[in-house]
């Protein structure tokens, strides 16, 4: 994806969000059954959750949504809501990423990144929600392949990525003080650098040597889709 379409869609999530935030102050409260806010109570909420994650970068091929580009993680947030309209939170999330281009590169990375997110819900009585913010992520990037000489090569690195995370969602209750939900989110880098990549690209030997293109061709992102248990009190 194109820094430039990066720079429009996280406009966009951050423009629909201050758009709503006009009403945020708006009436406090509870849930009703339809889990919409009709008092001043249960606006601490603590969820969990599990994702498929789908790298896009580098080393992405062609074929949509690829086997060998599919991995997973869980996370584990705290939100206090506010308003029947907005909420803010923070949100951990350890897990998986990997990829292959299917003819000489492949790598895999353990990633935990932290996110401190805004979440809007636009329109009153429907529990779909819209959440941006800012968070970081630090990988242990393992990656292996072949240069173009033929010669084969494998290191690690440790990488810290500054990420926007934009996240689309529904909410439904399930209980008193429980919902389920289900979230498509996208996540992307702020830079493609070394030691700031989700895929450790370009990658180097174990004495620095470049391998490969020596410049990234794309801004490192990764999408997901998971499902997502809230409790509140």
């Given at each position: 994806?194109s820094?430039?379409?990066?720079?429009?869609?996280?406009?966009?999530?951050l423009v629909?969000?201050?758009?709503?935030?006009q009403?945020?102050?708006?009436?406090?409260?509870?849930?009703?059954r339809?889990?919409?806010y009709?008092?001043f109570?249960?606006?601490?909420h603590i969820?969990?959750?599990?994702?498929?994650d789908y790298?896009f970068?580098?080393?992405e091929t062609?074929a949509?949504f690829?086997?060998?580009q599919?991995?997973?993680?869980?996370?584990?947030?705290?939100?206090y809501q506010?308003?029947?309209?907005a909420?803010?939170?923070?949100?951990?999330?350890?897990?998986m990423?990997?990829?292959?281009d299917?003819?000489?590169y492949?790598?895999?990375s353990?990633y935990?990144s932290t996110e401190?997110?805004y979440?809007?819900?636009?329109?009153p009585g429907?529990g779909?929600y819209?959440s941006?913010g800012?968070?970081?992520?630090?990988?242990?990037?393992?990656?292996s392949?072949?240069?173009?000489t033929?010669?084969s090569?494998?290191?690690k690195?440790?990488?810290?990525?500054?990420?926007i995370p934009?996240?689309v969602?529904y909410?439904?209750?399930i209980?008193?003080?429980?919902?389920?939900?289900?979230q498509f989110?996208?996540?992307?880098?702020l830079m493609?650098?070394?030691?700031?990549?989700?895929d450790?690209y370009?990658f180097?030997?174990k004495?620095?040597?470049?391998?490969?293109?020596?410049?990234?061709q794309?801004?490192?992102?990764y999408?997901?889709f998971?499902?997502?248990?809230?409790?509140?009190?």
């Amino acid at each position: 994806m194109s820094a430039r379409s990066i720079k429009w869609l996280t406009m966009l999530s951050l423009v629909l969000c201050l758009l709503n935030s006009q009403s945020a102050m708006a009436a406090h409260g509870r849930f009703d059954r339809h889990g919409i806010y009709d008092g001043f109570n249960d606006n601490h909420h603590i969820t969990i959750g599990a994702n498929a994650d789908y790298y896009f970068g580098d080393l992405e091929t062609k074929a949509l949504f690829a086997s060998s580009q599919l991995a997973g993680s869980f996370n584990l947030g705290y939100r206090y809501q506010f308003s029947q309209y907005a909420a803010v939170g923070i949100n951990f999330t350890g897990g998986m990423l990997r990829g292959d281009d299917t003819y000489r590169y492949h790598f895999q990375s353990l990633y935990e990144s932290t996110e401190l997110l805004y979440t809007c819900f636009p329109i009153p009585g429907i529990g779909l929600y819209l959440s941006t913010g800012a968070s970081l992520m630090v990988s242990s990037v393992d990656f292996s392949g072949k240069s173009s000489t033929g010669i084969s090569y494998a290191n690690k690195e440790i990488s810290l990525s500054p990420m926007i995370p934009i996240y689309v969602g529904y909410l439904f209750n399930i209980g008193d003080h429980s919902r389920l939900g289900f979230q498509f989110s996208y996540h992307t880098t702020l830079m493609d650098t070394p030691n700031k990549t989700l895929d450790g690209y370009p990658f180097k030997d174990k004495e620095g040597n470049i391998i490969g293109e020596k410049d990234s061709q794309n801004i490192d992102s990764y999408f997901s889709f998971g499902i997502r248990y809230d409790v509140y009190f």
